[in-house]
């Protein structure tokens, strides 16, 4: 009972905080955090004071597009698509460990551009509490530009937020965490659609055979697969291994690794910790 009353009361500051900004467009991918955040921003602003505003763009798969696009409808959102070319920037492609700053700061800017035309000057982002335990430069872009943050400034982490959606009924609240398709590339290695494409068809495979949540990262000629460990065995038993092997060497792989640690977030993230120690 306490928990339940604990929820209540984070969900009302959190109402109360969006109720004092005012109209606002939400920056939306339809995963976990953003969609709390518009059901809330609607529940404090009403449907006419909130628009769900999402990036199209080559670093997101087409079925997390068409997701943000059957979510948004379900909840009853506005929702603007704003195309972006991000293999136009070269501080993008050559992907240096700035590359996730200069990203956010092109799709914010471009969101929030196109917002304002639309009449909202206020943009909004789903970073949460527990965010700033990893490294997310894209973090200081969305500072910059003005984007605000309300789960954060509310205090609401990974877990509360789970919590919220499943209370509010929100399909998200077990959906695995997302994160563009460029973070599956290592730092220093350029980006390419090539190579988004490829990740995309090996992780949507994986998706098609049970393993939600997974990861395939491109190391050149080997993709490196991600999975929850206690699907390891899973994926190692037959027929499932042949098609892992059979989905990876048709996205263009020519080694296909399976790492024994398994899934963890921002994986590629740790040769930057370790060249720091």
Known sequence: ???????????????????????????????????????????????????????????????????????????????????????????????????????KKALFGDCAEMARQTGFSLMLDGTNLDDGRDYRPGSRAARELGVRSPLAEAGLGKQDIRDLSRRLGLPTWKRPAFACLASRIPYGSPISAHALRQVDRCESALRSLGFDGSRARHHGASVRIEIPLPLLSQILAEPTRRAVIRAAKEAGFTYVCLDLEGYRSGSLNEILTEAEG
């Open 1 to 103: 009972m306490g928990s339940a009353m604990d929820a209540d009361a984070r969900y009302e500051r959190l109402l109360q905080l969006l109720n004092s900004l005012g109209p606002a467009a939400v920056a939306f991918s339809g995963g976990v955090d953003s969609t709390l955040l518009l059901r809330a921003a609607l529940d404090a602003l009403g449907a006419r004071q909130v628009l769900a505003v999402t990036a199209v763009s080559v670093f997101f798969p087409a079925w997390e597009q068409q997701y943000s696009r059957d979510l948004a409808h379900q909840i009853g959102a506005r929702q603007l698509l704003v195309p972006c070319d991000l293999l136009a920037l070269p501080a993008v492609v050559r992907n240096d460990p700035l590359r996730c700053y200069h990203c």
